[in-house]
């Protein structure tokens, strides 16, 4: 079927920029979504930029929301989703019992890399999800940032001297600030070809979108 | 890949009871979903059962939650969500500028025709879901609910007798109160062997389900 949607590969060429893919280390949904949305994309060709966001510190307060896990019923309905999304996306987590864990060092970490040794960053930013949701340490502590980066072969000492200065923190709330521009209210949220989509359930959805530009079923 | 969850068809046959679907008429996320689910039903060759709850009126209050639509960021999200969703399962939805529409009526009907003409009972609640969400018609009132019956087939007065009579309000209050002790918290939601899943963006993971009872890919 063709809608009127419908655009050949050859139009959409032109505009082939990255998926934008926003996360928050807290999310263990975000960290299912990370090794998700790096499969999608290696299957499409098309890169993947990671850009963090802070929810539980930021973004539900404007949205005057509580935790969704602590919600009545939401809660343990996300519990059983986040084991039956694990189990299709193939990627083990282990829920953690740390209590609240903070993201806002990591988060910095991650932003100074982008901009100091782009090539260290993503592979950070999954170490420090594999160590949070996996292995259930606390990414939130300035030891556990530093070795982090040091684990992926950045320079802790250089990550460190930049974990608390202006441009660090400036950084993360441009960061935040401009997720919710844009939409973003929830992790992982994925932005491509102008399209916002939240949650892991639908990432069929943004596949279809990005294979053929088109909502309709059948089409592409 | 067959994972340790993974039962034979043979295995699951003698448990083949209906998919359940919680409605409520206000959604216009519940109208696509009403289409979407008989849909996979007759694929599927299972039977579906529609039950109403009350979102705005009850749920919502047990959750401590504002109706979606009116959360900051994600209001709008929903908006273009649910014409993406209406896209891909063709079902023609046209939100309507009646502000609030009450469901108490409608659904205390719909519910007295499972127990007194079972067979009409289905076509209403769909006559009642099209007049809202493709005609833009408020279905809140006596008269409309009435008609509604009377326009598939159902005795009209005998409708408009029992819509305010205590074992139709027992019986509303009942299902909201069951689909909740079931952990129901939004709509559509959908209840089959065992496992509960909320919103259309979900169908795709209720209908691997079904096929294979496993949640890992590839299976089935």
Redesign the interface.
């Known amino acids: 079927m063709t ?1 009127p949607q419908r655009q050949g590969p050859q139009e959409r060429l032109g505009s082939l920029g990255p998926i934008v893919f926003y996360f928050d280390f807290i999310s263990p949904f975000a960290y299912v979504g990370s090794v998700a949305i790096e499969r999608l994309g290696a299957r499409l060709g098309r890169a993947v930029e990671w850009r963090p966001v802070l929810i539980g510190v930021t ?1 539900l307060k ?5 935790p969704l896990r602590e ?4 809660g ?2 996300l519990a ?2 986040l ?2 999304l694990a ?4 990627v083990a987590v282990r829920p953690h019992g740390l209590g609240t864990v903070n993201p806002v060092m990591a988060s910095r970490a991650y932003l100074w890399l982008v901009d100091n040794a782009p090539d260290r960053a993503k592979p950070f930013a999954q170490e420090v999800f594999a160590r949070l949701w996996t292995r259930g340490i606390d990414i939130g502590g300035i030891e556990a940032v530093v070795d982090c980066a040091r684990q992926v072969g950045a320079d802790g000492a250089a990550v460190r001297a930049h974990l608390d200065d202006d441009g660090a923190r400036e950084g993360l709330r441009r960061s935040v600030e401009q997720a ?1 521009s844009l ?4 992790v992982p949220s994925f932005i491509a070809d102008g ?2 989509f ?2 892991n ?2 990432l ?2 943004l596949e ?1 979108w990005l294979r053929t530009g ?4 059948g089409s592409g």
Do not use: N, T
Not at 71 to 74: E, R
Not at 87 to 90: H, K, S
Not at 183 to 186: A, D, S, Y
């Open positions: 809608g973004i404007i949205m005057g929301m509580r919600i009545p019923l939401k343990p309905y059983r989703d084991e039956r189990q299709w996306f193939e919710v939409g973003v209210f929830g399209e916002l939240w949650g359930d639908h069929w959805m279809h088109s909502f309709a079923p």
